[in-house]
């Protein structure tokens, strides 16, 4: 069983302490337990986002690449429009499959090396603690 299973809200909990009175003390919110609730919100929205990136990424390779491209357009407008910057999604949806494509093609010249990767999380999360 994984820890994150057996104890619900693992990951969050670290990240607060890790990060919450330094987002204070910088001054992006006006308590600790106000970053606190930000990064437990925002943690939970990570999560959905990466299983809905896993659900594409399960799909046929144009599929998958239209989903990911459209929640990175989604994404972009988002944070654009934070700014007061609207851009049509149909512009944002061209440069998110322009830059995915750019992507696909540096890695396939030098594709990462996956199990080093993976192991490096696994010894990252175990010194926290945390196991799968």
Same mark, same amino acid.
């Given at each position: 069983?994984?820890?994150?299973?057996?104890?619900?809200?693992?990951?969050?909990?670290?990240l607060v302490k890790a990060y919450a009175a330094?987002?204070?003390?910088?001054?992006?919110?006006?308590?600790?337990?106000?970053? %606190? !609730? $930000? +990064?437990?919100? &925002?943690?939970?929205?990570?999560?959905?986002?990466?299983?809905?990136?896993?659900?594409? @990424? /399960?799909?046929?390779?144009?599929?998958?690449?239209?989903?990911?491209?459209? %929640? !990175? $357009? +989604?994404?972009? &407008?988002g944070i654009l429009q934070a700014y007061g910057i609207s851009v049509p999604f149909n512009v @944002? /949806?061209?440069?998110?499959?322009?830059?995915?494509?750019?992507?696909?093609?540096?890695? $396939?010249?030098?594709?990462?090396?996956?199990?080093?990767?993976?192991?490096?999380?696994?010894?990252?999360?175990?010194?926290?603690?945390?196991?799968?």
């Amino acid at each position: 069983m994984r820890n994150e299973e057996a104890q619900p809200g693992v990951s969050p909990l670290l990240l607060v302490k890790a990060y919450a009175a330094y987002f204070h003390t910088q001054g992006y919110f006006t308590s600790d337990t106000q970053a %606190a !609730l $930000a +990064i437990i919100s &925002a943690e939970f929205s990570f999560r959905t986002e990466m299983t809905l990136y896993g659900s594409a @990424l /399960q799909q046929d390779p144009a599929t998958a690449k239209q989903l990911i491209s459209d %929640a !990175l $357009a +989604i994404r972009f &407008a988002g944070i654009l429009q934070a700014y007061g910057i609207s851009v049509p999604f149909n512009v @944002l /949806q061209t440069l998110t499959k322009a830059a995915l494509d750019d992507a696909v093609t540096l890695c $396939a010249a030098d594709p990462p090396d996956f199990p080093s990767i993976i192991n490096g999380v696994k010894t990252g999360l175990s010194g926290h603690g945390i196991s799968y």
